[in-house]
């Protein structure tokens, strides 16, 4: 489907054949906590010192059936564990593969990343929710770049219930 002018939404009828599933009705601030909540307890599963980045959660474009964000709307948060020390890296991907499986997410790769360093990568799939995830172990970084973990986390595509303006959001 080409979405090439303004206002341009899937028709309902076409959204779950193009999902997969029918995207729940939730105010925006819900699923910006949710995924907020989520991200606090991926540090947490980490298990290691460090200091998360303090960018919060916010709703985005769900681009697959609303491209110019009027209807439905996804949250992403990516964030970074700082100040971590890389020693510790191994042992916070190794927590990962325990209990993430514990707490509801499904692993779908766990190895190195397509790139030079090799960096280690988890990607998981919370079976209840739909939300996605991917952890890197930048332990290896060009120039004079930190080493860190990075996490990107997003929620599936939601509808924002009637009357909300998600420009505003």
């Known amino acids: ?15 779950r054949k193009m999902l997969g599933y ?27 010192p460090g200091t998360p980045s ?23 948060h990516p964030w970074a564990l700082w100040r971590a020390d890389a020693d510790d890296f191994d042992t916070a991907m190794e927590n990962l593969r325990s209990r993430l499986p ?4 499904r692993i779908t790769k766990d190895g190195p990343m397509n ?3 090799r960096n280690p990568e988890i990607t998981a799939v919370h079976t209840a929710s739909g939300h996605r995830v991917a952890i890197e172990a930048l332990k290896t970084r060009s120039g004079d770049l930190k080493p860190q973990i990075d ?8 509808q924002a219930p009637e009357g909300t303006d998600l420009s505003r959001a």
Not at 54 to 76: E, K, L, N, Q, W
Not at 102 to 105: A, K, L, R, V
Request: charged letters at 20%; hydrophobic letters at 40%; aromatic letters at 6%.
């Open 22 to 48: 029918t995207p729940e009705v939730r105010k925006v601030s819900q699923a910006e906590d949710e995924v907020n909540r989520m991200s606090s307890r991926l540090v947490d599963a980490m298990g290691i």
């Open 151 to 158: 996490v990107t986390l997003v929620s599936p595509c939601y």
């Open 54 to 76: 303090h960018i919060p959660a916010a709703a985005g474009p769900c681009s697959a059936i609303d491209p110019d964000f009027t209807t439905y709307y996804i949250v992403d």
């Open 1 to 15: 489907m080409k979405n090439t002018g303004p206002g341009r939404v899937a028709k309902p009828s076409k959204v």
């Open 115 to 117: 790139s030079m360093a």
């Open 102 to 105: 514990e707490m509801g997410w």
